[in-house]
């Protein structure tokens, strides 16, 4: 838990688990995944169980998490790539592609806004093979529509998923 919200969750076996985490999985494999917001890896557990093992990178800026993750939630394997990195900074350098990227950013008790802006979410479409999959999760509150409406204005597809207090925007560039 951060800022008395639950980040991760140690994922076993049985159902793929409570809460949002496995509404951001894509429907089918990634060749190559890119997590903003890596945490404890929740949701590359989940891929990599509904998958198997896959080729991860993992963005996460706090050390502190990184060694958490590493130590408490089994994140040091040779398929995650562990990247300390501010996840806007990462983006706007990165090559892609990659065929599915889950935007999962929690900071100072709330979803980032940078998330909604048009440069970051530019980077995310660029960075995705032409067909592939982002997922971007966020609290649903009374800005809901408008973070809905910027998303749509990049991506021409976006369904919502709702969870809880969760709402998984999945998006596709075609």
């Given at each position: 838990?951060?800022?008395?919200?639950?980040?991760?969750?140690?994922?076993?076996?049985?159902?793929?688990g409570?809460?949002?985490?496995?509404h951001?999985?894509p429907?089918?494999?990634?060749?190559?995944?890119?997590?903003?917001?890596?945490?404890?890896?929740?949701?590359?557990?989940?891929?990599?169980?509904?998958?198997?093992?896959?080729?991860?990178?993992?963005?996460?800026?706090?050390?502190?998490?990184?060694?958490?993750g590493?130590?408490?939630?089994?994140?040091?394997?040779?398929?995650?790539?562990?990247?300390?990195?501010?996840?806007f900074?990462?983006?706007?350098?990165?090559?892609?592609?990659?065929?599915?990227?889950?935007?999962?950013?929690?900071?100072?008790?709330?979803?980032?806004?940078?998330?909604?802006?048009?440069?970051?979410?530019?980077?995310?479409?660029?960075?995705?093979?032409?067909g592939?999959?982002?997922?971007?999760?966020?609290?649903?509150?009374?800005?809901?529509?408008?973070?809905?409406?910027?998303?749509?204005?990049?991506?021409p597809?976006?369904?919502?998923?709702?969870?809880?207090?969760?709402v998984?925007?999945?998006?596709?560039?075609?």
């Amino acid at each position: 838990m951060i800022d008395g919200v639950v980040q991760s969750v140690v994922v076993g076996p049985g159902p793929l688990g409570p809460g949002y985490w496995p509404h951001m999985l894509p429907d089918v494999r990634p060749n190559r995944a890119l997590m903003l917001g890596m945490g404890g890896g929740t949701i590359a557990h989940l891929l990599v169980r509904q998958f198997g093992p896959l080729p991860i990178t993992g963005v996460e800026s706090d050390p502190r998490v990184i060694r958490l993750g590493s130590s408490a939630f089994r994140l040091n394997v040779p398929y995650i790539d562990l990247v300390e990195a501010d996840a806007f900074a990462f983006v706007a350098a990165a090559d892609g592609p990659y065929d599915y990227i889950a935007v999962d950013l929690f900071a100072a008790g709330q979803t980032p806004a940078r998330i909604f802006g048009r440069p970051f979410l530019k980077d995310v479409k660029r960075l995705l093979t032409s067909g592939g999959p982002a997922a971007v999760n966020f609290f649903k509150d009374r800005r809901t529509p408008q973070r809905l409406a910027r998303l749509q204005a990049v991506f021409p597809r976006v369904t919502l998923v709702e969870s809880h207090k969760n709402v998984i925007a999945r998006c596709r560039a075609r």
